[in-house]
């Protein structure tokens, strides 16, 4: 089965995983870029789980609520959710995945896994599962809010500022989403019907490899001199059939800057897409302390 993509955009092989380029798409920071996805490849594969799981585990025993927390009434659509994602797995990633003993099984080039499913934490349980970090929003009175998450590889946000705030006051830092895409995404979660998810991508270029980037201070992750990565983030977003909820995952992967080189047209659509960002929303990426270090790279190698 083909992979689904965004149209337009192109996938490139990097050592067994694929290289996503958003900004070969789109230059344009505020753009919904949505594409339909197979409800097969709801959740891709990774053949690095184990690294994911390792951040995970980490974080959420240094963190606790600030990367895992679930208000009272978000039970329901965590189950589903954990259903949901469980079936997917057995039955689209079988290759990986299997079920064995009152277990799930992970089997990849980097070792195997395995999760007992009697836990209690749904949402919790689930996540683990994936490379994918996982949300749930619900509707309320003033639109779909944040109801559940488990969010060990942020970018640059923090959990305890956004759980069961709802989508308006959650976009608020992002520049000029509320001008130009506000209502839109409104009527979007509206709309969104259980048998069509959606996909999309955005990126940013950052000093360090670390998953866990909460921002402020160097809290959760560090700034590293020198060497410059690129942060692209493949989000997807389904509806829940019984509850009604909505999934909103998002799989983080960091590359070495240099990777890019050798794609055609890469380095030059990067320096656009750069050169287009406005100051608001060069700070938003975290961007603005790097883009020095980021021009010369550019400019010396593209």
């Known amino acids: 089965m083909s992979r689904s993509r965004l149209p337009g955009e192109r996938r490139y092989a990097q050592e067994g995983e694929a290289l996503l380029l958003p900004f070969m ?18 959740i891709p594969p990774c053949a690095k789980l184990p690294h994911y799981l390792h951040n995970k585990l980490r974080v959420r025993r240094q963190f606790g609520e600030r990367v895992c927390a679930c208000l009272p009434g978000s039970a329901a659509a965590q189950r589903e959710l954990h259903s949901l994602l469980l079936a997917h797995l ?19 080039p980097g070792g195997a896994l395995r999760w007992p499913l009697h836990g209690g934490e749904p949402l919790w349980d689930a996540s683990c599962w994936i490379a994918d ?15 559940a998450a488990s969010l060990a590889a942020p970018s640059y946000w923090r959990l305890e500022e956004k ?20 209502e839109r995404v409104a009527r979007f979660f509206d709309h969104l019907l259980p048998d069509y998810p959606v996909w999309r991508s955005n990126w940013s270029v950052v000093a360090s490899p670390e998953l866990l980037q909460r921002g402020g201070g160097g809290e959760g992750g560090s700034e ?46 990067l320096a656009r897409a750069v050169r287009q960002l406005s100051p608001d929303e060069a700070r938003y990426k975290s961007l603005a302390p790097l883009l020095p270090a980021l021009h010369d790279f550019l400019a010396t190698r593209g």
Request: proline letters at 8%; one cysteine or more.
């Open 25 to 42: 798409q789109s230059s344009e920071m505020v753009h919904m870029g949505l594409g339909r996805l197979d409800s097969a490849g709801w």
């Open 133 to 147: 970090d996982l949300c749930i929003l619900e509707p309320g009175e003033r639109g779909y809010r944040l109801t």
């Open 90 to 108: 057995c039955r689209d990633h079988a290759l990986r995945y299997a079920l064995s003993a009152g277990c799930l099984h992970w089997r990849g």
């Open 224 to 269: 590293r001199g020198g060497d410059l990565y690129l942060r692209v983030e493949r989000q997807s977003l389904r509806r829940l059939p019984k509850t009604g909820a909505v999934v909103f995952s998002i799989r983080v992967a960091i590359n070495p800057l240099a990777d890019i080189l050798p794609v055609p047209g890469a380095p030059a659509a």
């Open 163 to 182: 759980i069961g705030r709802p989508l308006d006051a959650i976009h608020a830092p992002v520049p000029g989403l509320a001008g130009k895409i506000g």
